[in-house]
């Protein structure tokens, strides 16, 4: 058994709990496209490259597990609104057994 | 008005590919798209990354795909409405259509192709509340005419090229030129970069690092802004000003053509995937990321595929007499609508005596 639980907080706030594979190469990002947490075209869409920011999530716990940001992911989010110090690109986030039980809440789409 | 046999709404890969498949099918193209150049997604936000899964090239960036594509398709003589963004449609007695640019160039042609994508790339605008209030009323998210800032006070947002080039240029037009950024580091070219800090030190730009705008006061019109630092000891100032311009990018959206009538699931438009990409409105295809179907993949090559598919079909509708077998370009070659003609070279019979 290669997965983890990871509770993901929506945009309306509802909270899921969902198992997640540490073996198929994914990331955060792609784990709440795949349970459709968020509609398809309000998330991950720049693919996972950390250039469009969609995928901003807040992290409620597990902080120190998480990879350190890259460059790239921290001049994106610097683009980014609503930005809070525990705010990360979900799609910048693999999937791996550290992070079982992480729980993290998607940020706000802020296009009307 | 602009004439065609396909119109493609999208100048991506996939609208730039349908111009090849269309062509050699002998059927025209003109394509539109809401960016000042072609390649869409592929320009616009990753032309210097990396492909490794277009069949045949192990590995090629973005932006050289695109310029590949544009000459591939050069003998066809496309025709681009760039910088327009595709507004309206209109369904002719005929069963053609013409459709109407944020420009009001219009366009008319019997089959509409929308290759848009995730959509055109509109300005990010920052949640600033009753920001809507103060737009084109001393809020602009596109620098238009430079002229319009002569001698007024003007505050930036932004940490990008684009924020970063505008308080430059503005700094020797405008009687005031603010640029706030929300840290210390920009992520423009180091150029750029540099000659702000230069202006900065001279008194020719504002520097104000470390902040964020949150806020904007006014009557009738835009007056001041409320600018928050992080430092809390120094908390908000409030910033009397003419003009306010947030440059944070672009993002796309869907956009008007969500308003054609047609069948939208998820953010993207269904289409007949069992046969040709047709919309429910019929006349009008959508290919490439902008559909949607069961198992749809947004790949590049699944678009490449859908175009290919989608002009077999358009070539039906516009010529419903005409026989017509797919023919390979290995047996009749491309022959452009330039005069130019591309074959592979014939075995030479000569006799040696």
């Known amino acids: 058994m290669s997965d983890i639980k990871i509770t993901i907080i929506d945009r309306e706030g509802e909270a899921h709990t969902v198992d997640a594979p540490t073996d198929m190469n994914m990331n955060l990002m792609e784990i709440i496209r795949s349970y459709e947490l968020a509609p398809e075209g309000t998330i991950g869409i720049c693919g996972g490259m950390a250039m469009c920011a969609s995928c901003q999530c807040y992290m409620l716990n597990l902080e120190h597990m998480l990879p350190e940001m890259s460059i790239e992911e921290e001049d994106m989010l610097d683009q980014a609104f609503l930005v809070e110090d525990n705010s990360r690109l979900s799609c910048q986030i693999r999937i791996t057994h550290e992070l079982n039980g992480l729980e993290i809440k998607i940020a706000p789409t802020t296009e009307e | 008005m602009i004439k065609t046999d396909i119109l493609i709404i999208g100048a991506g890969p996939t ?23 072609a390649g869409g997604q592929c320009s616009e936000i990753y032309p210097k990354i990396p492909i490794y899964d ?3 090239f192990p590995e090629i960036l973005a932006g050289d795909l695109v310029d590949n594509l544009m000459e591939q398709i050069k003998p066809f003589e496309p025709g681009f409405t760039l910088g327009e963004r595709a507004e309206t449609i209109d369904k002719q007695e005929d069963g053609s259509f ?26 990010r605008k920052p949640p600033i509340p009753g920001i809507q209030k103060y737009e084109d009323n001393g809020v602009s998210y596109i620098i238009r005419d430079p002229e319009v800032y002569r001698d007024k006070k003007v505050v930036i947002a932004g940490g990008g090229d684009s924020a970063l080039d505008w ?23 180091l150029d750029s970069v540099e000659k702000v800090e230069e202006l900065s030190k001279i008194g020719k730009i504002n520097l104000i690092t470390d902040a964020e705008v949150v806020d904007l ?58 046969y040709d990409y047709q919309t429910n409105i019929p006349g009008i295809y959508a290919i490439g990321d902008v559909n949607t179907y069961k198992g749809k993949l947004k790949l590049i090559l699944c678009g490449f595929h859908e175009a290919a598919i989608m002009c077999q079909s358009a070539y039906q509708r516009l010529n419903p007499d005409k026989k017509y077998v797919m023919k390979y370009t290995t047996v009749s070659g491309v022959n452009g609508f330039d005069g130019s003609k591309k074959e592979a070279k014939r075995e030479v019979i000569k006799s040696i005596n």
Do not use: Y
């Open chain 2, 15 to 37: 609208g730039l590919f349908a111009v090849f498949e269309a062509g050699l099918l002998k059927m025209k193209c003109h394509l539109i798209d809401a960016l000042p150049q």
């Open chain 2, 54 to 56: 277009i069949p045949g």
């Open chain 2, 98 to 123: 013409i459709v109407t640019t944020s420009k009001g160039t219009k366009h008319h042609a019997p089959v509409v192709v929308i290759a848009g994508g995730l959509g055109s790339f509109e300005p």
């Open chain 2, 167 to 189: 308080s430059i240029f503005l700094a020797d037009v405008a009687k005031e030129v603010s640029l706030v950024h929300r840290r210390k580091d920009f992520r423009g070219a």
């Open chain 2, 217 to 274: 006061k006014g009557e009738q019109k835009l007056e001041a802004v409320i600018i928050r630092h992080k430092d809390e000891a120094r908390g908000e100032e409030e910033k009397q000003i003419d003009h306010f311009i947030p440059l944070f990018g672009l993002s796309p959206k869907l956009g008007p053509i969500g308003n054609w009538g047609l069948e939208i699931e998820k953010n993207a438009i269904k289409v007949d995937n069992a």
